[in-house]
Protein backbone atom coordinates (compact mmCIF):
# COMPACT_ATOMS: atom_id res chain seq x y z
CA UNK A 1 0.00 0.00 0.00
CA UNK A 2 1.29 3.44 -0.79
CA UNK A 3 1.59 5.70 1.94
CA UNK A 4 1.33 9.58 1.25
CA UNK A 5 1.98 12.69 3.99
CA UNK A 6 -0.96 14.10 2.99
CA UNK A 7 -2.96 11.57 4.36
CA UNK A 8 -0.81 9.22 6.92
CA UNK A 9 -0.53 10.77 10.33
CA UNK A 10 1.53 9.03 13.50
CA UNK A 11 -0.21 8.71 17.02
CA UNK A 12 1.25 12.63 17.79
CA UNK A 13 -0.99 13.37 14.11
CA UNK A 14 2.59 14.34 12.40
CA UNK A 15 2.79 13.93 8.88
CA UNK A 16 4.73 10.57 7.99
CA UNK A 17 7.48 11.40 4.97
CA UNK A 18 7.32 8.41 2.61
CA UNK A 19 9.00 9.66 -0.71
CA UNK A 20 12.54 7.84 -1.02
CA UNK A 21 11.56 5.28 1.92
CA UNK A 22 14.96 3.91 3.57
CA UNK A 23 15.38 0.49 4.08
CA UNK A 24 14.31 1.25 7.59
CA UNK A 25 13.62 4.43 9.25
CA UNK A 26 13.16 5.72 13.21
CA UNK A 27 11.16 8.56 13.80
CA UNK A 28 10.76 10.30 17.27
CA UNK A 29 11.37 6.66 18.92
CA UNK A 30 10.92 6.61 22.55
CA UNK A 31 11.65 3.45 25.15
CA UNK A 32 11.23 3.42 28.47
CA UNK A 33 12.21 0.94 31.58
CA UNK A 34 9.99 2.51 34.52
CA UNK A 35 12.17 6.14 35.24
CA UNK A 36 15.05 4.89 32.91
CA UNK A 37 14.52 6.36 28.91
CA UNK A 38 16.62 4.08 26.93
CA UNK A 39 15.46 5.61 23.22
CA UNK A 40 14.45 9.53 24.05
CA UNK A 41 13.09 10.58 20.36
CA UNK A 42 15.40 9.02 18.19
CA UNK A 43 15.39 9.36 14.65
CA UNK A 44 17.90 7.44 12.24
CA UNK A 45 17.56 6.21 8.89
CA UNK A 46 19.44 3.91 7.07
CA UNK A 47 19.64 3.29 3.47
CA UNK A 48 18.99 0.26 1.61
CA UNK A 49 22.36 -1.99 1.65
CA UNK A 50 24.39 0.53 3.71
CA UNK A 51 26.47 -0.73 6.77
CA UNK A 52 26.17 1.28 9.65
CA UNK A 53 28.08 0.71 12.65
CA UNK A 54 26.46 1.81 15.98
CA UNK A 55 28.71 2.61 19.02
CA UNK A 56 28.66 4.21 22.64
CA UNK A 57 28.93 3.41 26.39
CA UNK A 58 26.70 0.93 27.92
CA UNK A 59 22.84 1.90 28.42
CA UNK A 60 23.10 4.32 25.56
CA UNK A 61 20.55 2.58 23.39
CA UNK A 62 22.86 0.34 21.17
CA UNK A 63 21.28 -2.89 21.65
CA UNK A 64 17.61 -1.26 22.53
CA UNK A 65 17.89 -0.05 19.15
CA UNK A 66 18.06 -3.68 17.69
CA UNK A 67 15.40 -5.10 19.58
CA UNK A 68 12.53 -2.66 18.97
CA UNK A 69 13.35 -3.33 15.35
CA UNK A 70 13.30 -6.93 15.64
CA UNK A 71 10.02 -6.52 18.51
CA UNK A 72 11.40 -8.31 20.83
CA UNK A 73 10.74 -5.16 22.60
CA UNK A 74 7.82 -2.76 22.22
CA UNK A 75 8.12 0.89 21.70
CA UNK A 76 6.12 3.93 23.88
CA UNK A 77 5.61 6.41 21.28
CA UNK A 78 7.26 6.89 17.47
CA UNK A 79 7.16 5.06 14.10
CA UNK A 80 9.60 2.47 13.31
CA UNK A 81 9.45 1.89 9.58
CA UNK A 82 11.10 -1.20 7.53
CA UNK A 83 11.44 -1.04 3.58
CA UNK A 84 9.06 1.22 3.16
CA UNK A 85 6.26 0.31 5.46
CA UNK A 86 5.17 0.61 9.32
CA UNK A 87 6.79 -2.29 11.31
CA UNK A 88 4.14 -2.25 13.99
CA UNK A 89 1.11 -0.37 13.11
CA UNK A 90 -1.47 -0.09 9.66
CA UNK A 91 -2.59 2.66 8.22
CA UNK A 92 -6.16 2.98 8.58
CA UNK A 93 -8.66 5.83 7.49
CA UNK A 94 -5.39 7.96 7.44
CA UNK A 95 -4.08 7.17 10.95
CA UNK A 96 -1.67 4.22 12.11
CA UNK A 97 -3.23 2.00 14.69
CA UNK A 98 -1.98 -1.07 16.00
CA UNK A 99 -1.02 -3.71 13.42
CA UNK A 100 -2.27 -7.82 13.75
CA UNK A 101 0.06 -9.83 14.51
CA UNK A 102 0.40 -10.83 11.05
CA UNK A 103 1.32 -8.10 9.70
CA UNK A 104 4.40 -7.58 12.56
CA UNK A 105 4.98 -11.35 11.67
CA UNK A 106 5.41 -10.29 8.07
CA UNK A 107 7.46 -7.43 8.05
CA UNK A 108 9.93 -8.65 10.71
CA UNK A 109 10.32 -11.28 8.34
CA UNK A 110 12.56 -8.87 6.67
CA UNK A 111 14.92 -8.72 8.84
CA UNK A 112 17.43 -11.21 11.05
CA UNK A 113 19.91 -10.63 13.77
CA UNK A 114 22.52 -12.43 15.38
CA UNK A 115 22.94 -12.42 19.02
CA UNK A 116 25.97 -12.14 21.53
CA UNK A 117 24.85 -15.26 22.88
CA UNK A 118 24.47 -18.16 19.65
CA UNK A 119 21.51 -19.43 20.85
CA UNK A 120 21.53 -22.62 18.97
CA UNK A 121 19.60 -26.08 19.80
CA UNK A 122 22.24 -28.34 21.31
CA UNK A 123 20.39 -31.09 20.28
CA UNK A 124 20.44 -30.23 16.40
CA UNK A 125 22.91 -30.59 14.34
CA UNK A 126 24.78 -27.55 12.20
CA UNK A 127 22.54 -27.89 9.32
CA UNK A 128 19.32 -28.94 11.39
CA UNK A 129 20.04 -25.73 13.00
CA UNK A 130 19.65 -23.83 9.70
CA UNK A 131 17.03 -25.61 8.41
CA UNK A 132 14.92 -25.91 11.28
CA UNK A 133 13.15 -21.89 10.73
CA UNK A 134 12.85 -21.96 7.54
CA UNK A 135 10.89 -25.35 7.30
CA UNK A 136 8.79 -24.19 10.09
CA UNK A 137 8.30 -20.72 9.82
CA UNK A 138 8.28 -20.46 6.02
CA UNK A 139 7.24 -24.06 5.05
CA UNK A 140 10.26 -24.99 2.93
CA UNK A 141 10.05 -28.69 2.04
CA UNK A 142 13.06 -30.32 3.61
CA UNK A 143 15.23 -30.93 0.63
CA UNK A 144 15.08 -27.53 -0.45
CA UNK A 145 15.50 -26.33 3.26
CA UNK A 146 18.76 -28.58 3.36
CA UNK A 147 20.30 -27.31 0.06
CA UNK A 148 19.76 -23.70 1.47
CA UNK A 149 21.62 -24.51 4.45
CA UNK A 150 24.26 -26.20 3.03
CA UNK A 151 25.17 -23.53 0.68
CA UNK A 152 25.15 -20.84 3.64
CA UNK A 153 27.26 -23.12 6.19
CA UNK A 154 29.60 -23.52 2.91
CA UNK A 155 29.58 -19.55 2.60
CA UNK A 156 30.42 -19.69 6.83
CA UNK A 157 33.41 -21.89 5.95
CA UNK A 158 31.42 -24.78 7.79
CA UNK A 159 30.88 -27.13 4.65
CA UNK A 160 32.73 -29.91 6.65
CA UNK A 161 30.60 -29.29 9.98
CA UNK A 162 27.29 -30.07 8.72
CA UNK A 163 26.46 -33.07 11.10
CA UNK A 164 28.64 -31.72 13.87
CA UNK A 165 26.67 -30.47 17.54
CA UNK A 166 27.28 -27.05 19.34
CA UNK A 167 29.42 -29.10 21.84
CA UNK A 168 31.38 -29.91 18.79
CA UNK A 169 32.30 -26.18 17.56
CA UNK A 170 34.71 -23.39 18.81
CA UNK A 171 32.89 -20.19 20.24
CA UNK A 172 33.46 -19.12 16.70
CA UNK A 173 32.31 -21.81 14.97
CA UNK A 174 28.85 -21.91 16.67
CA UNK A 175 28.50 -18.41 15.96
CA UNK A 176 28.87 -18.47 11.86
CA UNK A 177 26.51 -21.37 12.76
CA UNK A 178 24.28 -18.27 14.30
CA UNK A 179 24.94 -16.04 11.28
CA UNK A 180 23.56 -18.63 8.29
CA UNK A 181 20.60 -19.50 10.13
CA UNK A 182 19.66 -15.65 10.26
CA UNK A 183 20.66 -16.02 6.46
CA UNK A 184 18.47 -18.72 5.72
CA UNK A 185 15.29 -16.67 6.38
CA UNK A 186 16.11 -13.86 3.27
CA UNK A 187 16.44 -10.97 4.82
CA UNK A 188 17.10 -7.74 3.76
CA UNK A 189 18.24 -6.29 6.85
CA UNK A 190 20.49 -7.57 9.19
CA UNK A 191 21.41 -7.21 12.59
CA UNK A 192 24.63 -8.23 15.05
CA UNK A 193 24.43 -7.21 18.41
CA UNK A 194 27.55 -7.55 20.20
CA UNK A 195 28.31 -10.52 17.80
CA UNK A 196 32.06 -11.17 18.71
CA UNK A 197 32.04 -10.06 22.79
CA UNK A 198 31.75 -13.63 24.01
CA UNK A 199 34.24 -14.88 22.13
CA UNK A 200 37.97 -15.43 23.06
CA UNK A 201 39.97 -12.91 21.00
CA UNK A 202 41.37 -15.28 18.43
CA UNK A 203 37.68 -16.18 17.41
CA UNK A 204 36.79 -13.21 16.87
CA UNK A 205 38.70 -12.59 13.50
CA UNK A 206 36.49 -15.55 11.63
CA UNK A 207 33.68 -14.04 12.56
CA UNK A 208 34.45 -10.38 11.33
CA UNK A 209 35.60 -11.95 8.35
CA UNK A 210 32.09 -13.67 7.83
CA UNK A 211 30.13 -10.93 8.23
CA UNK A 212 32.76 -8.73 5.88
CA UNK A 213 32.21 -11.27 3.46
CA UNK A 214 28.59 -10.42 3.82
CA UNK A 215 28.93 -6.88 3.09
CA UNK A 216 31.39 -7.26 -0.04
CA UNK A 217 28.93 -10.01 -1.61
CA UNK A 218 25.42 -9.74 -0.80
CA UNK A 219 22.68 -6.66 -1.50
CA UNK A 220 22.18 -6.38 2.14
CA UNK A 221 21.50 -3.31 4.90
CA UNK A 222 23.47 -4.03 8.21
CA UNK A 223 23.18 -2.86 11.68
CA UNK A 224 26.07 -3.39 13.88
CA UNK A 225 26.31 -3.33 17.43
CA UNK A 226 30.29 -3.00 18.15
CA UNK A 227 32.44 -2.68 20.32
CA UNK A 228 35.29 -3.57 17.55
CA UNK A 229 36.63 -0.15 16.78
CA UNK A 230 39.16 -0.96 13.74
CA UNK A 231 36.18 -3.18 12.50
CA UNK A 232 33.77 -0.08 12.30
CA UNK A 233 36.41 1.89 10.60
CA UNK A 234 37.18 -0.34 8.42
CA UNK A 235 33.61 -1.91 7.27
CA UNK A 236 31.10 0.49 8.12
CA UNK A 237 29.37 3.28 5.43
CA UNK A 238 28.29 5.35 8.23
CA UNK A 239 29.45 5.22 12.03
CA UNK A 240 26.78 6.35 14.66
CA UNK A 241 27.55 7.51 18.41
CA UNK A 242 24.70 6.63 21.30
CA UNK A 243 24.72 8.86 24.29
CA UNK A 244 21.82 8.98 26.32
CA UNK A 245 19.35 7.62 23.87
CA UNK A 246 20.09 9.84 21.40
CA UNK A 247 22.59 9.53 18.36
CA UNK A 248 25.43 12.67 19.56
CA UNK A 249 27.31 11.92 16.45
CA UNK A 250 27.21 10.45 13.49
CA UNK A 251 29.63 10.45 10.10
CA UNK A 252 32.02 8.38 7.81
CA UNK A 253 33.94 6.33 9.33
CA UNK A 254 37.14 8.60 8.38
CA UNK A 255 35.20 11.64 9.53
CA UNK A 256 34.15 10.26 12.80
CA UNK A 257 37.09 8.57 13.96
CA UNK A 258 39.67 10.80 12.18
CA UNK A 259 38.03 14.03 13.87
CA UNK A 260 35.04 13.19 16.52
CA UNK A 261 33.36 16.91 17.12
CA UNK A 262 31.69 16.11 19.84
CA UNK A 263 33.80 16.28 23.37
CA UNK A 264 31.87 13.38 24.43
CA UNK A 265 32.79 11.16 21.52
CA UNK A 266 36.56 12.03 22.04
CA UNK A 267 35.99 11.07 25.73
CA UNK A 268 34.75 7.20 24.53
CA UNK A 269 37.21 6.85 21.59
CA UNK A 270 40.54 7.59 24.10
CA UNK A 271 38.79 5.20 26.54
CA UNK A 272 38.35 2.71 24.24
CA UNK A 273 41.69 3.15 22.78
CA UNK A 274 42.92 3.17 26.11
CA UNK A 275 41.37 0.17 27.36
CA UNK A 276 42.87 -2.15 23.94
Request: charged residues 25%.
Amino acid sequence: MSLTTDTLRDSDNRAIPQLDSPMVRFQGVHKSYGSFTVLNDLNLEVKANEKVAIIGPSGSGKSTLLRVLMTLETIDKGLIEVDGEPLTHIPRNGRLVPAPESHIRRVRGKIGMVFQSFNLFPHMSALQNVMEAPVQVLGLGKAEARERGVQLLDMVGLGNKLDHYPSQLSGGQQQRVAIARALAMRPKVMLFDEVTSALDPELCGEVLNVIRKLGDEHNLTMLMVTHQMGFAREFADRVCFFHQGRILEQGTPEAFFGNPREERTRCFLSAVKEAN
